[in-house]
């Protein structure tokens, strides 16, 4: 019998099984097609547009088709060829007459500073097409400028239709003539600086959210459960505030005639105000609060989980309270303080509203150069990069937390 | 430091001298408990849940605190004694094998928390290992073990230190019947190669009867006998040891005298047995008779085996279980009174059927009224 049904009727089981499996997964999936649908349109869609707008180049190859097209040849050694000269000439007085001059010249005066000013003197001056072998001699007339090698290299750099130069400038790099990838000026390079700031202060919310964290934490997981209900209360109570209100009320307790600073100086202890917000204090203070229940949650749920027969055998064992805490207790809670600990940082690397609000010009993180070169340069280029950037930052972390925590998963002594 | 001392300090390890516990300040979970450990004895505390027998073992471990009383571990007063400072191994219920560790390194935890140098640790863990059979998974976790391999390594981890005391707290609670029983002859046989002493909590009478020197039954706070099993098993003392130890059989009826240590007692329903006179003190009291299901006879047609308690009785049914039979008769108010039947001799014994029952008067005891 078991060899009839081991060889007779193992294909056709197997069809069946894949069949059956196939009925059970299509429901499955159309279970989950909704939230599919909705990532794609709210999640990945504009994500994919992000990343695009990043490295999307298509001012210049709109305004000047002709001159991108004679650039294509040119080996950017020597100054560009007369036809190249003829071509811009052309492109000029026809993007000037369409008036789509002013995307291209904003583009290029990204890249060489006073672009905007060439072009628009250039397009008034170019009353007509120069003649034929003429036209170097005619914009060089004009403007000096076209007589160097830098005008036309930014103009082929952006002749696109994709680009490094927002991703480069995101991290204060850029191509130099000859093409090569060099530092920026120092003058101009401010994001890798914004970037050490921005992990800087993610990194101490962090840190600052575990230490106090961690205690609430552990009380939760070990009251009894009316205090522990009690208790989680309070840690979810800022979750009913909005955020800015929060933000708001630290203002309200933190500035030179709050609460804080009159209280301090109604007891003596001080006799002018301390600075506590618009500098790192207040970003520190409020991001903390804001953040110290992501920190809590994933905690208290690992140690709720945590037997307390571990450290009663740890005592039983010779392990004084704390040596049994360093060795028993803290590796186990080691999960919770990674998902915390991650979970914390990825959202106060992305802070916006809280340092723009508490901090002072020199707490803005990130997101606030983001949100600059969106809403007031409208500058969607470099602000997709440095948004790709921090993406790509927070996409590494999770990964490495990922291969951490996988690497260290224990199923627990008890056997469910 | 004089003979006397030495010997006591010898012979009890630890002592609890009128402890009580009570954690609501309302009612004593512990209601008074002396008892004695002897040095190298294997002591169960046996009882009912919420007897108190755990929190007994938790407060000779240091993880509760004794509300009155004394508890004296190798003549010293442990009271303000922390947990690990007590050298007791202790077997937890659920094991408690760190999960972090591997199998050697929950092994060698108490060595290295007691700073033994590295190689007298090695040393120590494989001794350890070979004794539970366990060499070649010393590099698993412990979730990667079965449960009768998890609980053979939280042994071996009490036992690693050489702990003056070991303490099992339902150890083999959760093993199936067939490993249980198996661990039983394993803890038993190291308990025996070490000579530890070993205090067992368990709610199990039939594994507190096959390991144990001694068994404390517990109940509602306060020890109601110990003794050694047979003991325990041949002469309860009252009615609740009675009951829990073993198939019982009870008999409720009232003390009419009591002569040279047997009472006679009017049953309910007006028969008359003479039993031992063990937890009843004059005529008139109410008590309960205590038979042991394989100490009564079935008498056939007009036999007399010679005992003076013949009682009429009706066979309910009969159970088969291979090496013996259980037939249930109605004896007397109990219609459940069980007869231990081998060989056979349960034959014929069809439902309704009327017999008569004897038993000698050694072997029913007359204890309190249950």
Same mark, same amino acid.
């Given at each position: 019998?078991?060899?009839?049904?081991?060889?007779?009727?193992?294909?056709?089981?197997?069809?069946?099984? &894949?069949?059956?499996?196939?009925? &059970?997964?299509?429901?499955?999936?159309?279970?989950?097609?909704?939230?599919?649908?909705?990532?794609?349109?709210?999640?990945?869609?504009? @994500?994919?547009?992000?990343?695009?707008?990043?490295?999307?180049?298509?001012?210049?190859?709109?305004?000047?088709?002709?001159?991108?097209?004679?650039?294509?040849?040119?080996?950017?050694?020597?100054?560009?060829?007369?036809?190249? *000269?003829?071509?811009?000439?052309?492109?000029?007085?026809?993007?000037? #007459?369409?008036?789509?001059?002013?995307?291209?010249?904003?583009?290029?005066?990204?890249?060489?500073?006073?672009?905007?000013?060439?072009?628009?003197?250039?397009?008034?001056?170019?009353?007509?097409?120069?003649?034929?072998?003429?036209?170097?001699?005619?914009?060089?007339?004009?403007?000096?400028?076209?007589?160097?090698?830098?005008?036309?290299?930014?103009?082929?750099?952006?002749?696109?239709?994709?680009?490094?130069?927002?991703?480069?400038?995101?991290?204060?790099?850029?191509?130099?003539?000859?093409?090569?990838?060099?530092?920026?000026?120092?003058?101009?390079?401010? *994001?890798?600086?914004?970037?050490?700031?921005?992990?800087?202060?993610?990194?101490?919310?962090?840190?600052?959210?575990?230490?106090?964290?961690?205690?609430?934490?552990?009380?939760?997981?070990?009251?009894?459960?009316?205090?522990?209900?009690?208790?989680?209360?309070?840690?979810?109570?800022?979750?009913?505030?909005?955020?800015?209100? +929060?933000?708001?009320?630290?203002?309200?307790?933190?500035?030179?005639?709050?609460?804080? /600073?009159?209280?301090?100086?109604?007891?003596?202890?001080?006799?002018?105000?301390? +600075?506590?917000?618009?500098?790192?204090?207040?970003?520190?203070?409020?991001?903390?609060?804001?953040?110290?229940?992501?920190?809590?949650?994933?905690?208290?749920?690992?140690?709720?989980?945590?037997?307390? !027969?571990?450290?009663?055998?740890?005592?039983?064992?010779?392990?004084?309270?704390?040596?049994?805490?360093? +060795?028993? *207790?803290?590796?186990?809670?080691?999960?919770?303080?990674?998902?915390?600990?991650?979970?914390?940082?990825?959202? !106060?690397?992305?802070?916006?509203?809280?340092? $723009?609000?508490?901090?002072?010009?020199?707490?803005?993180?990130?997101?606030?150069?983001?949100?600059?070169?969106?809403?007031?340069?409208?500058?969607?280029?470099?602000?997709?990069?440095?948004?790709?950037?921090?993406?790509?930052?927070?996409? %590494?972390?999770?990964?490495?937390?990922?291969?951490?925590?996988?690497?260290?998963?224990?199923?627990?002594?008890?056997?469910? | 430091?004089?003979?006397?001392?030495?010997?006591?300090?010898?012979?009890?390890?630890?002592?609890?001298?009128?402890?009580?516990?009570?954690?609501?300040?309302?009612?004593?979970?512990?209601?008074?408990?002396?008892?004695?450990?002897?040095?190298?004895?294997?002591?169960?505390?046996?009882?009912?849940?919420?007897?108190?027998?755990?929190?007994?073992?938790?407060?000779?471990?240091?993880?509760?605190?004794?509300?009155?009383?004394?508890?004296?571990?190798?003549?010293?007063?442990?009271? /303000?004694?922390?947990?690990?400072?007590?050298?007791?191994?202790?077997?937890?219920?659920?094991?408690?094998?760190?999960?972090?560790?591997?199998?050697?390194?929950?092994?060698?935890?108490?060595?290295?928390?007691?700073?033994?140098?590295?190689?007298?640790?090695?040393?120590?863990?494989?001794?350890?290992?070979?004794?539970?059979?366990?060499?070649?998974? #010393?590099?698993?976790?412990?979730?990667?073990?079965?449960?009768?391999?998890?609980?053979?390594?939280?042994? !071996?981890?009490?036992?690693?230190?050489?702990?003056?005391?070991?303490?099992?707290?339902?150890?083999?609670?959760?093993?199936?019947?067939?490993?249980?029983?198996?661990?039983q002859l394993e803890i038993k046989q190291i308990h025996e190669s070490t000579g530890i002493t070993v205090v067992y909590v368990t709610h199990d009478q039939s594994e507190a009867l096959t390991m144990s020197d001694r068994i404390a039954v517990f109940n509602d706070g306060i020890i109601q006998q110990i003794d050694k099993p047979d003991a325990l098993y041949e002469r309860p003392v009252n009615s609740f040891v009675a009951n829990f130890i073993g198939e019982n059989n009870m008999l409720h009826g009232t003390v009419e005298n009591i002569e040279q240590g047997l009472a006679s007692v009017r049953l309910a329903?007006?028969?008359?047995?003479? !039993?031992?006179?063990?937890?009843?003190?004059?005529?008139?009291?109410?008590?309960?008779?205590?038979?042991?299901?394989?100490? %009564?006879? @079935?008498?056939?047609?007009?036999?007399? $085996?010679?005992?003076? /308690?013949?009682?009429?009785?009706?066979?309910?049914?009969?159970?088969?279980?291979?090496?013996?039979?259980?037939?249930?008769?109605?004896?007397?108010?109990?219609?459940?009174?069980?007869?231990?039947?081998?060989?056979?001799?349960?034959?014929?014994?069809?439902?309704?059927?009327?017999?008569? @029952?004897?038993?000698?008067?050694?072997?029913? +005891?007359?204890?309190?009224?249950?």
């Amino acid at each position: 019998m078991a060899a009839f049904v081991a060889t007779g009727a193992e294909i056709p089981l197997k069809r069946r099984l &894949r069949r059956a499996e196939r009925t &059970r997964q299509l429901k499955a999936l159309g279970l989950v097609v909704p939230l599919l649908a909705f990532l794609l349109f709210t999640f990945l869609v504009p @994500i994919g547009g992000m990343l695009w707008r990043s490295v999307d180049d298509w001012e210049v190859g709109k305004a000047l088709p002709q001159t991108v097209v004679a650039l294509k040849a040119w080996d950017g050694k020597d100054l560009p060829s007369e036809a190249a *000269y003829a071509a811009l000439a052309s492109d000029i007085r026809r993007a000037t #007459a369409d008036r789509t001059l002013a995307v291209a010249a904003k583009r290029l005066n990204y890249v060489v500073n006073g672009y905007r000013t060439l072009l628009t003197k250039t397009g008034r001056a170019l009353k007509e097409q120069p003649a034929a072998g003429e036209a170097k001699a005619a914009l060089t007339g004009i403007d000096p400028a076209w007589g160097e090698r830098a005008t036309w290299s930014a103009i082929k750099g952006a002749g696109g239709p994709v680009t490094d130069y927002y991703l480069l400038a995101a991290l204060d790099m850029q191509r130099n003539l000859d093409g090569s990838i060099v530092s920026a000026p120092e003058e101009q390079s401010i *994001y890798q600086g914004i970037f050490l700031r921005t992990f800087g202060i993610g990194l101490g919310v962090t840190l600052t959210c575990l230490i106090l964290g961690f205690p609430v934490a552990y009380l939760l997981a070990s009251l009894p459960p009316k205090q522990s209900n009690m208790l989680m209360i309070f840690v979810l109570l800022p979750f009913w505030t909005s955020l800015l209100v +929060r933000t708001c009320a630290w203002i309200v307790l933190l500035q030179d005639q709050g609460l804080i /600073n009159d209280g301090l100086r109604w007891l003596g202890i001080l006799d002018h105000p301390v +600075r506590l917000i618009f500098n790192r204090t207040g970003v520190f203070i409020a991001m903390t609060h804001v953040l110290l229940p992501f920190m809590i949650l994933p905690l208290y749920s690992v140690m709720k989980a945590i037997s307390p !027969a571990y450290m009663r055998a740890a005592a039983s064992l010779g392990a004084p309270p704390a040596v049994a805490f360093v +060795r028993i *207790y803290l590796p186990q809670t080691l999960p919770g303080i990674g998902a915390g600990g991650l979970l914390v940082f990825i959202l !106060a690397i992305g802070y916006y509203i809280t340092p $723009a609000l508490v901090g002072g010009a020199g707490d803005q993180m990130i997101s606030y150069f983001i949100a600059f070169y969106t809403t007031e340069t409208v500058n969607w280029g470099l602000a997709s990069a440095l948004g790709a950037v921090l993406l790509s930052a927070t996409l %590494v972390l999770a990964v490495v937390y990922g291969k951490l925590v996988h690497g260290t998963a224990t199923t627990g002594g008890v056997k469910n | 430091m004089d003979g006397g001392m030495v010997d006591t300090k010898k012979d009890t390890l630890v002592r609890f001298t009128g402890v009580q516990k009570t954690y609501d300040g309302e009612h004593l979970v512990v209601k008074s408990l002396d008892l004695d450990i002897k040095r190298g004895e294997f002591v169960t505390l046996l009882g009912p849940s919420g007897s108190g027998k755990t929190t007994t073992l938790m407060m000779l471990a240091g993880f509760e605190v004794p509300t009155h009383g004394e508890i004296v571990l190798d003549g010293r007063p442990i009271k /303000n004694v922390p947990p690990h400072q007590r050298d007791i191994g202790m077997v937890f219920q659920n094991y408690a094998l760190f999960p972090h560790m591997t199998v050697e390194e929950n092994l060698a935890f108490p060595l290295s928390v007691r700073k033994m140098p590295k190689d007298e640790q090695k040393a120590r863990v494989s001794r350890a290992l070979s004794m539970i059979k366990l060499e070649s998974l #010393a590099k698993r976790r412990p979730g990667q073990l079965s449960g009768g391999q998890q609980q053979r390594v939280a042994l !071996a981890r009490a036992l690693v230190f050489s702990p003056q005391l070991v303490l099992m707290d339902e150890p083999l609670g959760a093993l199936d019947k067939r490993l249980r029983e198996h661990m039983q002859l394993e803890i038993k046989q190291i308990h025996e190669s070490t000579g530890i002493t070993v205090v067992y909590v368990t709610h199990d009478q039939s594994e507190a009867l096959t390991m144990s020197d001694r068994i404390a039954v517990f109940n509602d706070g306060i020890i109601q006998q110990i003794d050694k099993p047979d003991a325990l098993y041949e002469r309860p003392v009252n009615s609740f040891v009675a009951n829990f130890i073993g198939e019982n059989n009870m008999l409720h009826g009232t003390v009419e005298n009591i002569e040279q240590g047997l009472a006679s007692v009017r049953l309910a329903t007006g028969e008359q047995v003479v !039993a031992s006179a063990v937890g009843v003190g004059q005529a008139g009291e109410r008590t309960s008779v205590s038979i042991r299901p394989e100490r %009564v006879h @079935i008498l056939k047609g007009n036999e007399d $085996a010679g005992h003076p /308690n013949h009682l009429p009785a009706t066979v309910q049914h009969t159970i088969y279980l291979g090496d013996h039979a259980l037939t249930v008769l109605t004896v007397a108010d109990n219609e459940e009174f069980m007869v231990k039947l081998s060989g056979g001799n349960h034959a014929g014994l069809t439902p309704g059927l009327p017999v008569t @029952i004897a038993f000698r008067p050694e072997d029913a +005891r007359a204890l309190d009224p249950a």
